[in-house]
């Protein structure tokens, strides 16, 4: 209710002049009548009571559960769809933000295995096809599209940037590229490499330059390659070829020693030289690797990047392969324990490695990064002196 207080002072109109009201006057809320000049505009607050007993709850509106118009359209029949590639439908989904947009569905991709919420027609139509991994297969494809209509010589200049220690950031602020590009440019040249390592015209190379008055420049010149991927093919073939002198078979002496060798089974013989084989190769390796003292290869007691680097998630190198095996042979419970540790001992020089790699790349980032901040507070110092 309104609180008590003096009679109000209403403004009262008259048909000829204006006045106020001396006392509230009983009469309906709003009252007119055009009969006579006398005749007045009377106005009156409403009164509120609150009387005992009355619901004073919010009755809240009805509002419908479902839209007005036409019921919604069953999609559930195009439940275990399966696209061209392989992107079955699982579940439909009707929670879309936009009703022009219509029902999502949430579909496995056979390929990765992944689960997406693409709309239902772009699933029917064919325009999705995948969980995402045909997106980064097609995007690498457009940057060795790109890479393929670049200049001439423009894929070895950035490898050989990379290759003497460039950035990534500044090799892209150089050739005036996208990081993709300049990543799919390393592939594509290194490909082209690691095809000259195996096909032999690293070691042609590698003869040419230790020719008399011959040397890596006029090696790489010759052969129409830069300096530093000579350098790094006459690297690799040396190392190889010192791995594989050092990495000897075992003679045919010590084979003929174990296939004589008492067994129950003569594929257990075999077995058994396959893995004293592999537990040889991986000795030789671990104790050429620890006694190496060439810093130009590589730092003291740590493979080289030919010999073992990640590359996308996996290994490779000349001794993947050799870590594979040995992987696989420390699964065998029969082992012998002898063999066993000495297969450990090169997995764990493999894992020192890359851990190794791993940290120096994080101080050279945070290096980096503090090198920038510090250029860059500089800058604004040396700013403000030149304002003042």
């Not at 022009?100 to 096809?129: F, M, N, T």
């Not at 990534?168 to 590229?177: G, N, Q, V």
């Not at 530093?228 to 010590?254: H, I, M, N, W």
Request: charge should be positive.
């Amino acid at each position: 209710p309104l609180p008590a207080a003096n009679p109000p002072i209403l403004l009262k109109a008259r048909l000829t002049g204006k006045g106020y009201l001396a006392h509230r006057v009983l009469v309906p809320p709003t009252s007119l009548d055009g009969t006579g000049a006398a005749s007045e505009l009377v106005q009156r607050f409403l009164k509120c009571e609150r009387r005992e007993g009355w619901n004073t709850h919010r009755v809240e509106p009805y509002r419908p559960k479902s839209r007005r118009g036409r019921p919604r359209q069953d999609y559930s029949h195009f439940v275990g769809h399966q696209g061209p590639l392989g992107l079955k439908i699982l579940e439909i989904l009707h929670d879309a933000a936009d009703h022009r947009e219509g029902p999502h569905v949430i579909a496995l991709c056979s390929i990765c295995d992944e689960r997406s919420r693409p709309r239902l027609r772009d699933v029917l139509s064919g325009h999705s096809r995948s969980g995402g991994c045909l997106k980064k297969k097609c995007y690498l494809a457009y940057c060795d599209r790109v890479v393929g209509r670049l200049a001439e010589g423009v894929a070895a200049e950035v490898w050989a940037s990379r290759y003497s220690g460039m950035a990534r950031k500044a090799t892209a602020e150089r050739f005036k590229l996208a990081y993709p590009i300049v990543d799919a440019a390393q592939r594509k040249y290194q490909a082209k490499l690691d095809s000259m390592i195996s096909d032999g015209t690293a070691e042609k190379i590698y003869e040419q330059a230790a020719s008399p008055f011959w040397s890596i420049d006029g090696a790489a010149s010759k052969f129409g390659i830069s300096v530093q991927a000579g350098s790094y093919l006459v690297f690799s073939f040396k190392y190889r070829t010192r791995v594989l002198r050092t990495v000897a078979p075992v003679s045919e002496k010590d084979d003929a020693a174990q296939v004589s060798a008492p067994a129950a089974k003569a594929g257990e013989s075999e077995q058994a030289a396959e893995i004293r084989k592999g537990a040889l190769v991986a000795h030789l390796v671990v104790e050429h690797v620890t006694n190496r003292k060439d810093w130009h290869l590589s730092r003291s007691g740590e493979f080289t990047v030919g010999e073992l680097r990640m590359t996308k998630g996996s290994l490779v190198g000349t001794v993947a392969e050799i870590h594979r095996q040995c992987v696989e042979m420390l699964e065998d419970q029969n082992i012998d324990p002898l063999y066993r540790g000495t297969f450990q001992e090169l997995i764990d020089l493999a894992n020192d490695t890359l851990d190794n790699r791993r940290e120096r790349w994080k101080r050279g980032r945070d290096r980096a990064v503090h090198e920038k901040a510090v250029n860059a507070e500089f800058e604004r110092q040396k700013m403000l002196l030149e304002i003042t």
